[in-house]
T-cell receptor
Framework: GEDVEQSLFLSVREGDSSVINCTYTDSSSTYLYWYKQEPGAGLQLLTYIFSNMDMKQDQRLTVLLNKKDKHLSLRIADTQTGDSAIYFCAEIPLYGGSQGNLIFGKGTKLSVKP | NAGVTQTPKFQVLKTGQSMTLQCAQDMNHEYMSWYRQDPGMGLRLIHYSVGAGITDQGEVPNGYNVSRSTTEDFPLRLLSAAPSQTSVYFC???????????FGPGTRLTVL
């Protein structure tokens, strides 16, 4: 079945870049998402990429996709204390038994130290 | 637009009680879904609906019922609450099953 894996923790210093990594197992056609969850809050969509793209940039956020290795990364430039949150990688398989349903990783907790 | 709204924000139940978690969206989205979030488990899909009158099971459907009588509303019913259902519940909606999903603020449920 489909699976999404992420490292559980990441700690960086304010002003540094953060890179959060994710691997997925689904076949070629899928959307891949990054969601942010602040403490006690819901999930906020940060960005998404379709699997036929290599890169997407949106202000401080850069998403890189390595289709061969099924590896996705989220880079946050100039990380701020307000970026401290849990970041979830998720995919939507377009085919197969889980078609149309978001499959989430367990989330990476980003801690930003001043 | 209010987006996706959920009520209540917090709820405490005793084992065996029943209740309904409400979810509504005002974006005319066809696809709606319910997830539960447990520590170290990420989010897991409970039930989903691709349109009014159509529902289907997700990864962890046992102990929950849903219905979709209107496009706007997608309530989640706990028939007989168990401590294992202590969790944070999120509702989400999207234009279709392959479009971006938008999440509500969540309901934190504790079953004693």
């Amino acid at each position: 079945g489909e699976d999404v894996e992420q490292s559980l923790f990441l700690s960086v210093r304010e002003g540094d870049s953060s890179v959060i990594n994710c691997t997925y197992t689904d076949s070629s056609s899928t959307y891949l998402y990054w969601y942010k969850q602040e403490p006690g809050a819901g999930l906020q969509l940060l960005t998404y990429i379709f699997s036929n793209m290599d890169m997407k940039q949106d202000q401080r956020l850069t998403v890189l996709l390595n289709k061969k290795d099924k590896h996705l990364s989220l880079r946050i430039a100039d990380t701020q204390t307000g970026d401290s949150a849990i970041y979830f990688c998720a995919e939507i398989p377009l085919y197969g038994g889980s078609q149309g349903n978001l499959i989430f990783g367990k989330g990476t907790k980003l801690s930003v130290k001043p | 637009n209010a987006g996706v709204t959920q009520t209540p924000k917090f709820q405490v139940l005793k084992t065996g009680q029943s209740m309904t978690l409400q979810c509504a969206q005002d974006m005319n989205h066809e696809y709606m879904s319910w997830y539960r979030q447990d520590p170290g488990m990420g989010l897991r899909l409970i039930h989903y609906s691709v349109g009014a009158g159509i529902t289907d099971q997700g990864e962890v459907p046992n102990g929950y019922n849903v219905s979709r009588s209107t496009t706007e509303d997608f309530p989640l019913r706990l028939l007989s609450a168990a401590p294992s259902q202590t969790s944070v519940y999120f509702c989400a909606s999207s234009l279709s099953e392959t479009d971006t999903q938008y999440f509500g603020p969540g309901t934190r449920l504790t079953v004693l």
